[in-house]
């Protein structure tokens, strides 16, 4: 099955400053890449996404690169907020036809990144 | 994601009890999750439905069961077999199809007494 490396665990930076979260992934044949923000006690919430047939996004602060022959990906966010704090988590899915029938809808997450954007 | 509910937010369970957490979603999808998320760790899916009374098992179904009766609602039981049921559970939902996003429940913490 997938298998979905993240790093760091734990990134601290000034605010202003950039950071930047890197997830590799096994499957080759994944084409579905979301990360999710998630403040503390709260739910995960997304907060952007990428498909295989796309090598960049961004979404003003926020951009995702992905680099289908390396088989990582990464979130990069520009002048870092306080409000930016929290714990970030990179997925991956296959979703499509395959022999042996359709699959789809079920993510791999990473591990999570911790970050802590200091005043 | 106000249209994912769950309840309770707290839980406890005794030794060899079995306890049940609900979810309920009014975004007219097709498709819902359960995940378990531990300190440290990322999310892992236990159970996933893509269609009503259809369910598929995820990475770590030993000790769960669901049941998809409605489109409306995917409750978890968390049974006795399952010996270390202590963790933070999440429900999503997503449309129906290839990459679609999952949105997420608030969750419930359950814990042992």
């Known amino acids: 099955g997938e298998n979905v490396e993240q790093h760091p665990s734990t990134l601290s930076v000034q605010e202003g400053d950039s950071a930047v979260i890197k997830c590799t992934y096994s499957d080759s044949a994944s084409n579905y890449f979301p990360w999710y923000k998630q403040e503390l006690g709260k739910r995960p919430q997304l907060i952007i996404d990428?498909?295989?047939?796309?090598g960049e996004k961004k979404d003003q602060r926020i951009a995702v690169t992905l680099n289908k022959t390396a088989k990582h990906f990464s979130l990069h966010i520009t002048e870092t907020q306080p409000e930016d704090s929290a714990v970030y988590f990179c997925a991956a899915s296959w979703g499509g036809r395959r022999a042996g029938g359709t699959s789809y809808g079920k993510l791999t997450f990473g591990q999570g990144t911790i970050l802590t954007v200091h005043p | 994601d106000g249209g994912i509910t769950q309840s309770p937010k707290y839980l406890f369970r005794k030794e060899g009890q079995n306890v049940t957490l609900s979810c309920e979603q009014n975004l007219n999808h097709d498709a819902m999750y359960w995940y378990r998320q531990d300190p440290g760790q990322g999310l892992r899916l236990i159970y996933y439905?893509?269609?009503?009374?259809?369910?598929q098992k995820g990475d770590i179904a030993e000790g769960y069961s669901v049941s998809r009766e409605k489109k409306e609602s995917f409750p978890l039981t968390v049974t006795s077999a399952q010996k270390n049921p202590t963790a933070f559970y999440l429900c999503?939902?997503?449309?129906?199809?290839?990459?679609?996003?999952?949105?997420f429940g608030d969750g419930t913490r359950l814990s042992i007494l």
């Open positions: 990428i498909r295989s047939n796309v």
């Open positions: 999503a939902s997503s449309r129906r199809g290839p990459n679609q996003p999952q949105h």
């Open positions: 439905s893509q269609i009503v009374n259809d369910f």
